[in-house]
């Protein structure tokens, strides 16, 4: 973890910027995989890991806003704690070690809560995204009915939106990390191997690096299925791969990349089209991308590049600009351009994404991709996001417009036939806003055709 005083500092900011009552951040606890004692891998709640750093279950961070009181409640360990897991801090030793004052047992949360309720203190508290502590939190503050708070909501993503140093360099070894298990990837991707012995690998190398994958990886020849977690196909010569790999730092900030690789080693004249409109795409966004920009204006500059693109393979016809508007695109990248990335892959989601990535006066889009778009509003310096425009060739939503007769004017329809089985194309990295502009984070992972074929034969 950081030091004791950046969790301190980030604490008064939070107390200050919510204004009054307690704050209530509750840590994950273990789930369970098939029983009770048989647990997925922890995974600490992110805003708890922000404000208190501590990688443990069982804790709850305690605010008083009005008082400047901090508490963490939790548990020291027991004897059989200690027989079945080893020697394990205590809670006051936790405590210290993110700066926090006070401990109190995690069973007496209920009473403390009620106690400051009936003392007429507000309590603020995300929305639950586990079933325990929605349950918990009910118990806890006597009532069915959760009303998360807005303004904690708010202003932990008024923290979480702007990335330290100390974060940038997090997010950079995780970047560190998934640029070996791209080299890996395009080393051993070849026609007959299986799309599990390629995972198996890059799952290893995260392990390896004492981290995990931030998000189940994605590596399928049937790139067009857009979360594909399916890796049983035989790779064959002349399909590609949508590769959507990303590692955690041991400390859990993400990383988020894609690339698009050949099984052969070597793109078709087609799949090099496609690649060559998708790049063009992610280069144009990269370069709008800075300060006082929407967002939402990157993500059409990114449709109209592939608008024009797709003209220029007698897909589409029109003006590229126009169709970008209409949403003529989204039915070829029916997702947004990108998201904000930190210790979330797609970060602070359960906050709510219109509250992360939406501004005043900007209204959710419903055209079909768009609609997906959770980053939309302006730009600012400290942002850490991802690009990662693609083009895809749905068969059933194909079918779907072309029945409808949607956007008939634009879509050659009859044309299109001829790409409906070339499957998906994606190229993504990440980025900090400067001051100026946006600066990739992380080693630079084989992104030409020629930087990608070359990467597959060393
Ligand atoms: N890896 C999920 C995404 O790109 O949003
Ligand atoms: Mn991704
Ligand atoms: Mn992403």
Same mark, same amino acid.
């Given at each position: 973890?950081?030091?004791a005083s950046v969790y301190a500092q980030r604490r008064r900011q939070l107390a200050q910027n919510t204004g009054n009552g307690i704050l209530l951040l509750p840590g994950n606890n273990y789930q369970p995989f098939?029983?009770?004692?048989?647990?997925?891998?922890?995974?600490?709640?992110?805003?708890?890991?922000?404000?208190?750093?501590?990688?443990?279950?069982?804790?709850?961070?305690?605010?008083?806003?009005?008082?400047?009181?901090?508490?963490?409640?939790?548990?020291?360990?027991?004897?059989?704690?200690?027989?079945?897991?080893?020697?394990?801090?205590?809670?006051?030793?936790?405590?210290?070690?993110?700066?926090?004052?006070?401990?109190?047992?995690?069973?007496?949360?209920?009473?403390?809560?009620?106690?400051?309720?009936?003392?007429?203190?507000?309590?603020?508290?995300?929305?639950?995204?586990?079933?325990?502590?929605?349950?918990?939190?009910?118990?806890?503050?006597?009532?069915?009915?959760?009303?998360?708070?807005?303004?904690?909501?708010k202003a932990i993503i008024a923290q979480r939106s702007y990335k330290s140093d100390l974060e940038i360099a997090q997010i950079e070894r995780s970047l560190h990390t998934t640029f070996d298990i791209y080299r890996?990837?395009?080393?051993?991707?070849?026609?007959?191997?299986?799309?599990?012995?390629?995972?198996?690998?890059?799952?290893?190398?995260?392990?390896?690096?004492?981290?995990?994958?931030?998000?189940?990886?994605?590596?399928?020849?049937?790139?067009?299925?857009?979360?594909?977690?399916?890796?049983?196909?035989?790779?064959?010569?002349?399909?590609?791969?949508?590769?959507?790999?990303?590692?955690?730092?041991?400390?859990?900030?993400?990383?988020?990349?894609?690339?698009?690789?050949?099984?052969?080693?070597?793109?078709?004249?087609?799949?090099?089209?496609?690649?060559?409109?998708?790049?063009?795409?992610?280069?144009?966004?990269?370069?709008?991308?800075?300060?006082?920009?929407?967002?939402?204006?990157?993500?059409?500059?990114?449709?109209?590049?592939?608008?024009?693109?797709?003209?220029?393979?007698?897909?589409?016809?029109?003006?590229?600009?126009e169709m970008a508007q209409l949403g003529v695109p989204g039915l070829f990248m029916p997702h947004g351009l990108g998201h904000m990335l930190g210790l979330d892959v797609h970060d602070m989601e359960n906050l709510?994404?219109?509250?992360?990535?939406?501004?005043?006066?900007?209204? =959710?889009?419903?055209?079909?991709? $768009?609609?997906?778009?959770?980053? %939309? @509003?302006? /730009?600012?310096?400290?942002?850490?996001? *991802? !690009?990662?425009?693609?083009?895809?060739?749905?068969?059933?939503?194909?079918?779907?417009?072309?029945?409808?007769?949607?956007?008939?004017?634009?879509?050659?329809?009859?044309?299109?036939?001829?790409?409906?089985?070339?499957?998906?194309? =994606?190229?993504?990295?990440?980025? $900090?806003?400067?001051?100026?502009? %946006? @600066?990739? /984070?992380?080693?630079?992972?084989?992104? *030409? !055709?020629?930087?990608?074929?070359?990467?597959?034969?060393?």
């Amino acid at each position: 973890m950081f030091q004791a005083s950046v969790y301190a500092q980030r604490r008064r900011q939070l107390a200050q910027n919510t204004g009054n009552g307690i704050l209530l951040l509750p840590g994950n606890n273990y789930q369970p995989f098939n029983y009770t004692a048989n647990t997925f891998p922890f995974r600490q709640d992110s805003s708890f890991l922000y404000f208190a750093g501590l990688d443990l279950p069982g804790m709850a961070l305690v605010m008083d806003a009005d008082s400047g009181n901090e508490i963490l409640f939790g548990h020291d360990p027991t004897i059989d704690d200690v027989i079945w897991e080893g020697p394990l801090p205590s809670l006051s030793d936790l405590a210290a070690s993110a700066g926090i004052g006070h401990t109190k047992e995690y069973a007496d949360l209920a009473a403390y809560l009620q106690n400051a309720i009936a003392k007429g203190q507000p309590v603020h508290y995300l929305m639950p995204y586990h079933s325990d502590l929605k349950i918990a939190l009910a118990d806890w503050l006597g009532t069915p009915e959760l009303t998360p708070s807005v303004a904690l909501t708010k202003a932990i993503i008024a923290q979480r939106s702007y990335k330290s140093d100390l974060e940038i360099a997090q997010i950079e070894r995780s970047l560190h990390t998934t640029f070996d298990i791209y080299r890996y990837a395009m080393q051993h991707t070849k026609p007959g191997k299986k799309e599990y012995e390629i995972v198996g690998g890059i799952v290893g190398i995260a392990g390896a690096a004492h981290g995990q994958m931030a998000y189940t990886p994605i590596f399928s020849v049937n790139g067009h299925v857009l979360h594909n977690h399916h890796y049983g196909n035989t790779m064959q010569a002349g399909q590609w791969v949508v590769a959507d790999l990303g590692a955690e730092s041991e400390m859990h900030y993400a990383s988020d990349l894609t690339r698009t690789i050949p099984v052969s080693g070597k793109f078709s004249p087609v799949q090099r089209d496609i690649y060559q409109t998708v790049l063009q795409a992610y280069t144009n966004a990269a370069e709008a991308a800075r300060p006082g920009t929407t967002y939402r204006e990157c993500h059409l500059l990114a449709w109209q590049t592939i608008a024009e693109g797709l003209t220029n393979m007698g897909i589409l016809k029109g003006d590229a600009a126009e169709m970008a508007q209409l949403g003529v695109p989204g039915l070829f990248m029916p997702h947004g351009l990108g998201h904000m990335l930190g210790l979330d892959v797609h970060d602070m989601e359960n906050l709510g994404e219109n509250h992360v990535g939406y501004e005043a006066g900007q209204e =959710r889009s419903t055209l079909m991709g $768009l609609k997906s778009l959770r980053l %939309a @509003r302006t /730009l600012e310096t400290g942002f850490v996001l *991802t !690009i990662e425009p693609g083009i895809y060739f749905i068969p059933p939503l194909i079918d779907r417009w072309a029945s409808e007769g949607k956007f008939k004017d634009f879509i050659n329809y009859d044309r299109l036939q001829d790409f409906r089985n070339e499957g998906g194309c =994606r190229i993504e990295d990440n980025y $900090l806003i400067t001051d100026a502009d %946006a @600066r990739m /984070l992380g080693p630079q992972v084989p992104r *030409t !055709i020629e930087e990608v074929e070359q990467a597959m034969h060393i």
